[in-house]
């Protein structure tokens, strides 16, 4: 079964310090597709990045960096050098690439993030 | 480019009432999605349009319904509204069908049933 699990419910970062979002799926497909979004108080999801299952490249963009592993089923979201701006709530997500499943994305519950002053 | 827009940003209701959503998918994107983020149940898939046609739906009951145009705009309805509808919707769009394309999401409608 398709699952995301995202155990830390809310974080706590003073401006600056770097953070770390686990993010861990459960799936049978071998091509698939996972999902970081960034939903701030506004309430609109932000798109971050998608990372398909045959690419397990580690990615950097600006202070945010993602360390895609599947042999641990894990896609972590890095924020180096914190900023209050990153408060936020953040979602991992994952689709499979199958045909009676390919249109459904599957959150994890998000974690709250709040980077204080 | 303009992206995904959703209206009404806010919507309040009465228990019983219906409600009308509306979304405008980014230009050339013919898939749309619904999704309900409820306070405590998380982000859960609620419908999927593509060309005009429903393509399918997650676990809400027959009262949530709604239809693509053919200009791939979409609309929600949600019938007999129920105090636990009170929740933001979203909507997201792509240009081919499934989540191996971008897709990406309005800014939500937030329903209020009183």
């Known amino acids: 079964a398709q699952k995301v699990t995202q155990a830390q419910t809310e974080i706590s970062v003073v401006e600056k310090e770097d953070v770390t979002l686990d993010c861990v799926y459960e799936t049978r497909d071998t091509t698939y597709y996972l999902f970081w979004y960034k939903q701030p108080p506004s309430g609109e999801l932000v798109f971050l990045i998608r990372r398909n299952s045959f690419d397990e490249q580690n990615e950097i963009s600006g202070r945010y960096s993602w360390n895609f592993q599947k042999s641990t089923s894990s896609f972590n979201f890095t924020i180096t050098a914190s900023q209050v701006v990153d408060s936020a709530v953040y979602f991992c997500a994952l689709s499979e690439d199958g045909v009676d499943s390919s249109y459904k994305l599957i959150f994890g519950s998000g974690t709250r993030l709040l980077v204080r002053p | 480019e303009a992206g995904v827009t959703q209206s009404p940003t806010h919507l309040i209701k009465t228990r019983g009432q219906q409600a009308t959503l509306r979304c405008s998918p980014i230009s050339g994107h013919t898939s749309v999605y619904w999704y309900q983020q409820a306070l405590g149940l998380g982000l859960q898939f609620l419908l999927w349009y593509d060309e005009g046609e429903e393509r399918n739906r997650g676990n809400f009951p027959p009262r949530f319904s709604g239809r693509q145009f053919p200009n791939y705009s979409s609309e929600l309805n949600v019938n007999a509204l129920e105090l636990e509808d009170s929740a933001l919707y979203l909507c997201?769009?792509?240009?081919?069908?499934?989540?191996?394309?971008?897709?990406?999401f309005g800014q939500g409608t937030r329903l209020t049933v009183v």
């Open positions: 997201a769009s792509s240009e081919g069908q499934g989540w191996n394309t971008e897709a990406f």
